[in-house]
């Protein structure tokens, strides 16, 4: 199914099952704990297990490996290293190899795997393997590369690296009101629950399955197939429930290659999954930024001038942070500027976390707004208000298709009692608690991605979805039920679905927030192609058939929709597809608010969140209640990034320090109060057949600004160098009499 023009109303609008607060179909499954996990498939026989050995070193090579003990121990039944493991290929999604040696690219990079019987005796034993190793200087410090970093080689990914319209220059020179900040915010770590785990076998055949988790199931497999240097027909990846993502498990990491070559030199099944002290230098990290942004307005407070310029590392052929890039559209301005500069850093990959681009670069664009709506001597929320456009500001031939942000605006601002807020710092106290107002707009793209799916209404007349759409604890199962049966007229209880298995029709995957618009799209499709054949079976017109209740009607003839497939099943294939003349004709973006009040106490500066409030606008919302559990788990992100995530760097050695929850610090229960999430009544006909966007990302975009100006307005303390941690407001607090 092509979408190349603007929905019009179709089955999904009558709002039966889409729309409502349905509890999760995979709920019982989680909280029975019979949900299996990669990790947790112990239906193998003689399974065996493999601990991964990191590299003590960032940067250099082995000098010599002595495996000879590790292979020696109890239970061990081989040791992978580089050595023995084979000519290996590099996936196309991966920065550094994921087996290392000679060569050490980063720190805690896998260089070898021991496996062993019990998990027991292969964590015994690769504390055996010895590894001498030869270290270079490396370069961990991206205030000290920043002046060699260079414009990155552009992508479809991060968009152009420099854009200019207008006289920026010029502008900002002439600009009555001027500001120029800087920001910093730091390396962070997914830190999701479940770790990368993968169970591997191969085949009599020379196929490979794995059980592994990862968010996009078809750039899995073709990444293990390219890195093993299989067919990608001989490799089939299977990730039914995946315990948290966040970006981390986008792509294939360590431990899905190192089960795949422990398994074929054991002869036997493999389970690997990451210690969690490799986790924050093996895997990848969303990478530190910093911004420089410059504003210049008119004494009435309309910008003419927005420069917005970041600087970020990754290792050599890594990509940059794209924390510039909302600023390309969030506010007008005729005369605008922005750039990416990328140093080598050699610290471990950078690559997406949760809103990759927007998150940091609104930590910085949203503080920015509110220090220059204080030099105008504007409200923040007026003068965010005052600068809304309905046109593209880099093209205004080009409108949005929704842009509902001042709305989102005023209508939290009035929930949330904004009216009451101190315009002057630090001026509100409760006892101990200085009290403060913050506020932060919410923007995140809306993308979209082709996706499949397969339907078959079986003998029976219950219905089975097939797609390898994967379920990171978003909801995708329910979604996708509550699509197909509200296409098809079938109660929900008479709706299977199946995802996670690369044997299945690709979607779009879970990722960049396109994943329920897009997946729930491609589902649709193949329901009408469904819908075309069970008319046609019964010898009603397609074009007139009303699918409701288990029934098919058109006029005062009603047939059971089980009829249709009484005999053979049914099953029909198709995808979504988004013609760019189309999909490009408008902007496609979703909006928001973010509203904080935290308290910092008087004397020791400890800060608490005591509300929050997100108000967002991402065209029709499928399941409020799956939708409101991904902006708020956002939003307590957004909370982590702005008072206590921060993978410190040893700038000696290369390496992040804070390896475990134990020292990479994430809110916890007590440091979260009530969340408040609003969705506008909103649909935009021009994103899918569902009218649907994303919102799971929309969540964290803005949070870590709110949070910030909130500080800011209890005590008169502007911190830009994120985590704003007490120690960073001590100095400038006011008096605590």
């Not at 403060?436 to 793209?445: E, S, T, Y």
């Not at 019964?538 to 699918?547: K, N, R, S, Y």
């Not at 509300?611 to 399941?623: E, H, K, T, Y």
Request: with cysteine.
């Amino acid at each position: 199914m092509k979408f190349d023009a603007p929905a019009t109303t179709n089955p999904i609008d009558q709002l039966k099952l889409v729309g409502k607060p349905l509890n999760r179909i995979d709920g019982p499954f989680k909280t029975t704990g019979t949900a299996p996990y990669a990790y947790e498939h112990h239906e193998l026989p003689d399974t065996a297990y493999g601990v991964v050995v990191g590299a003590g070193i960032a940067k250099g090579r082995i000098a010599s490996m002595d495996t000879r003990a590790a292979s020696a121990a109890p239970g061990v039944l081989a040791v992978v290293t580089a050595r023995n493991a084979g000519k290996l290929g590099k996936g196309k999604m991966n920065t550094a190899k994921l087996l290392g040696g000679p060569q050490v690219d980063h720190y805690h990079q896998a260089v070898a795997l021991v496996v062993a019987q019990t998990f027991e005796q292969a964590r015994a034993a690769a504390e055996l393997v010895q590894v001498r190793y030869e270290a270079t200087r490396g370069t961990y410090d991206l205030s000290l590369a920043k002046d060699g970093a260079k414009p990155p080689e552009p992508n479809e990914n991060t968009g152009p690296v420099e854009t200019r319209v207008g006289d920026f220059d010029g502008a900002y020179a002439a600009a009555p009101v001027q500001l120029d900040v800087t920001y910093t915010t730091p390396d962070q770590s997914h830190a999701m629950m479940e770790p990368h785990a993968t169970l591997a076998v191969w085949n009599d055949d020379g196929a490979l399955t794995v059980w592994t988790a990862n968010q996009m199931i078809d750039w899995g497999a073709s990444d293990l197939a390219r890195t093993l240097g299989l067919p990608k027909d001989k490799v089939r990846l299977i990730s039914t429930f995946v315990g948290g993502g966040f970006g981390g498990k986008l792509f294939v990491r360590a431990d899905a290659v190192l089960a795949a070559l422990g398994a074929r030199a054991a002869k036997r099944p493999v389970k690997v999954a990451l210690q969690r002290p490799l986790i924050a230098n093996n895997t990848t990290h969303r990478p530190a930024t910093i911004q420089r942004i410059r504003l210049g307005a008119g004494k009435d407070g309309k910008l003419t001038a927005v420069a917005h310029e970041s600087w970020s590392g990754d290792l050599p052929g890594g990509s940059p942070e794209t924390a510039v890039n909302q600023t390309r559209l969030l506010y007008a301005g005729a005369h605008r500027m922005t750039a990416m500069k990328l140093a080598v850093l050699d610290l471990p990959e950078g690559n997406a976390m949760r809103a990759p681009g927007e998150a940091p670069g609104m930590m910085a664009l949203e503080v920015a707004m509110d220090e220059m709506a204080e030099r105008l001597g504007l409200d923040p929320v007026a003068f965010r208000i005052l600068n809304d456009t309905q046109v593209d500001p880099e093209k205004p031939e080009r409108p949005f298709t929704q842009r509902q942000l001042t709305r989102c605006l005023q209508l939290g601002a009035e929930r949330f009692g904004w009216a009451a807020r101190q315009s002057r710092p630090g001026q509100q106290r409760e006892g101990r608690w200085r009290i403060g107002l913050g506020v932060a707009a919410a923007f995140r793209n809306n993308l979209l991605q082709t996706s499949a799916a397969r339907v078959r209404l079986d003998t029976k007349g219950m219905l089975t979805v097939d797609t390898d759409m994967t379920d990171i604890g978003t909801g995708s199962y329910t979604i996708i039920a509550q699509t197909a049966a509200e296409t098809l007229g079938l109660p929900l209880e008479r709706v299977t679905v199946r995802l996670g298995d690369s044997l299945l029709p690709v979607s779009c995957g879970s990722g960049g927030q396109w994943g329920a618009a897009n997946s729930t799209a491609g589902v649709y499709a193949a329901c009408m192609a469904l819908r075309q054949q069970v008319a046609e079976r019964l010898g009603l017109d397609p074009a007139q058939a009303q699918f409701e209740n288990g029934q098919v009607r058109v006029g005062e003839r009603s047939v059971p929709l089980a009829q249709a497939s009484a005999d053979r099943e049914l099953v029909a294939e198709d995808k979504i597809e988004y013609p760019k003349e189309f999909s490009e004709k408008a902007q496609q973006s979703t909006f928001g608010a973010h509203f904080v009040e935290v308290g910092v106490d008087v004397a020791s500066c400890e800060i608490r969140v005591r509300r929050m409030l997100a108000v967002c606008a991402a065209g029709r919302i499928l399941n409020p209640k799956t939708a409101r559990s991904q902006v708020i788990g956002a939003m307590t992100m957004g909370v982590g990034a702005a008072l206590m995530e921060d993978l410190a760097v040893d700038t000696r050695r290369g390496f992040f320090v804070h390896h475990d929850l134990a020292g990479y610090e994430v809110p916890v229960h007590a440091d979260i109060p009530h969340q408040e999430v609003v969705f506008l009544d909103e649909v935009d006909p021009m994103s899918t057949p569902l009218k649907a966007k994303g919102v799971g990302e929309l969540g964290i975009c803005g949070v870590g600004a709110a949070v910030a100006n909130a500080i800011y307005n209890a005590t008169g303390v502007r911190v830009r160098d994120y985590p704003v941690t007490l120690d960073k407001l001590l100095k400038g607090m006011p008096s605590a009499a």
